[in-house]
Each structure stands twice: as structure tokens, then as C-alpha cells.
């Protein structure tokens, strides 16, 4: 096992306006008070990104996207790039998130792309992995995984920082987990692909899991085998849950 510190990364997704800002700010004093040995991040809507990290500035607590247009800059009306993200203040980006990927219909290659464009712009990629109910019920989770993990990360990541982050589909937004097995035998296959594909830096590399993660379970799986950390969705949302998460690691 890696004895990289673990991150736990919330992600707000399509939520939170001006007043999100104070739960950075509680979250942010609270962990000046009693610092945790995570590290913590928050990946709010791009409309915030430049606001919560002025907010975050003094304090250990990261800012992410949670996605990235591949090219740097064009006639892309809507998108946001990854220079964009980092000169907003963003030093991580969430990619190939399931909710694009079947949402927006991205695929492994275009993942990748923007994988290396989080490269290019300096920002430290997690990229999200993950099975649906029918592939995990038809016995192709191990399969499904693997694949994402070979074809969405670029060789160019050796040596830089990155992550992965295993969201089982079913598991997201649901109040389902995987059992403490399931988690383990997938974060082990994710660990011998990423040291196959990626040497050293492969057997580094976090690898979070994601989907459903509460104050409750959080300690069961986060010391789970190679369990790296936690990608939170609707428990990032209030400071306290996000807290009892961030206890968990202690
Ligand atoms: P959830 O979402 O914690 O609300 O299940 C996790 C995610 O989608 O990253």
C-alpha cells in the first residue's frame, strides 16, 4: 500500500451559488482549529472555482474543476478549458466523471485527451472509472475497469501527479455501496494496471473510491486496501458531513 496521504475530494457538482461559499469558509476554519492529516479538496461549479479558491487561499483546502474542454482555447461556446480552470485558481480537475461520460457521451479517447490537457495546464487530473449495475450484474466489472483505467490515461501522466478514482455507477448518488471485498478487489486490479501501464508513478498514485461515501461508512473503506481516499458527492455538500468524512482519516 501507498503511503501517500489520502485525499478526500468533494464534488459539488451542478450545486451551490454565493452562499456554498460559507461552507468552504466553516470547513476551512474548522481544519485550521484541528488539522487533518487529508488532503482536502472541493471541486465546485466553474462559477465558483475562482471565488471559493480567493475564499480558500489561507487555508490547506484545494480547488478543482470537474471537467475540462481538451483544447486550450477556440470557438467552443459554453466549454471551459484547463488553463482556465488553473489561471481560476483550480489545481486539480475532475475527468471522465460517469455522469459525462454517459450524460455527455464521452468516451475513453476523449478522456484521455483531456487528461492530457489537465497535464498541459499544470492542474493534477482524478480521473473517474466505474462499472454499471448490468455490467457488474452480467460479472464484466474487472473487465469494463480495466479498460477505462488502460485507454483513458495518457502515458504522458508518468511522473506527474495524478489520480483515479473508482466510482461504481450504481453505487453513485444511491446510498449503495460495494462491499469492503468488492472495493478491494477492484482497487487491487486498478493498482496492478497503473504499476503495468505507469511504473513507478502508477504504484503511487492515489486511487479513490467514490459513490454513496458518508460520515458513517467512511472509515470502513477508507481502510480498505489500497483505498487512497474518497471522491464525495452529496455528503461534500454541508461542511459537517464533509468533516465527519475528513475525520475518518483522522
Ligand atoms: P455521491 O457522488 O457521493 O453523491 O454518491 C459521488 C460522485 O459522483 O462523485
Known sequence: M?????????NWKMNGGSAALNEARVLASELAQTPSRARVAICPPATLVHRLATTLEDSPVEVGGQDCRAEAAGAYTGCVSAEMMADAGASLV????????????????????????????????IVCVGETLEEREAGQALEVVGRQVRQSLPKSLSGRPFAVAYEPVWAIGTGHTPTLEQIAEIHGEIRTILRETHGE??????????????????RDILSTAEVGGALVGGASL?????????RAVG
Open 2 to 10: 501507498s503511503s501517500v496521504r489520502k485525499m478526500i475530494v468533494g
Open 94 to 125: 475532475i475527468v471522465g466523471h460517469s455522469e459525462r461520460r454517459a450524460g455527455f457521451r464521452e468516451d475513453d479517447a476523449l478522456i484521455c485527451r483531456k487528461v492530457e490537457a489537465a497535464v498541459r495546464a499544470g492542474l493534477e487530473p
Open 201 to 218: 508513478a502508477g504504484g503511487r498514485a492515489p486511487i479513490l473510491y467514490g459513490g454513496s461515501v458518508k460520515p458513517d461508512n467512511a
Open 238 to 246: 454541508k461542511a459537517q458531513d464533509f468533516l465527519g468524512i475528513i
